[in-house]
């Protein structure tokens, strides 16, 4: 068995896509997967499968959940390789003191034909980003709902993304490295 990551995006935002975390759980346990656990309100789970790979178990969720809600959220599921690997690259540790004030996009695929300048005439103040890979970071020391760049991430790289602040990032890392006692069933984050 491997354990996963699953970032949902666009559920249970502003009262639309509703999906509760216990709901949600039940979905993957109904569908074989197994350890599973969620972390907040928006979509983070970490859990166990022995089958595919993360673009197949990315697709494999979507259907579950369009199945079981009616709805069909973009998925990205990563590795705990992968999300060690995004946390440890983290090109602003002044986040560390302020975890809302960096958010982590994680990206369907490395974009092919970024628009970094577009981005970057955007940005205000002491606003940074770098993208690395897979991940772009975006570091904002002002604040994240007026930061003029977050909801244009997508449309500047061209690929589908969702974020997550650090600690949400960390949070993930930790339950993903945490094994789950074999017969009981794990305890939800809330």
Not at 29 to 36: L, M, W, Y
Not at 50 to 72: H, P, V, W, Y
Not at 91 to 117: E, T, V, Y
Request: proline letters at 6%; one cysteine or more.
């Amino acid at each position: 068995m491997k354990t996963w990551i699953a970032l949902l995006r666009g559920i249970n935002v502003v009262g639309r896509r509703k999906l509760v975390m216990k709901d949600l759980a039940a979905i993957f346990e109904r569908g074989g997967f197994s350890s599973v656990r969620t972390y907040i309100q928006s979509g983070n789970v970490v859990f166990q499968s022995a089958r595919g790979g993360a673009r197949t178990l990315a697709a494999e969720i979507r259907a579950l959940i369009l199945k079981q809600s009616g709805f069909e959220p973009h998925v990205i599921v990563l590795s705990v390789a992968e999300l060690a690997a995004a946390v440890s690259a983290n090109p602003f540790p002044q986040a560390h003191a302020d975890h809302k004030s960096l958010h982590l996009f994680f990206l369907a695929a490395p974009p092919a034909r970024p628009d970094l300048g577009a981005l970057a005439r955007l940005k205000a103040g002491r606003e940074a980003f770098e993208l690395k890979g897979a991940v772009f970071y975006l570091y904002t020391p002002h604040g994240f709902p007026q930061c003029a760049l977050h909801d244009k991430v997508e449309r500047f790289l061209g690929v589908a993304a969702t974020g997550r602040n650090w600690r949400t990032a960390n949070q993930l890392l930790s339950m993903s490295r945490t094994p789950t006692p074999s017969g009981k069933r794990p305890q939800k984050a809330l």
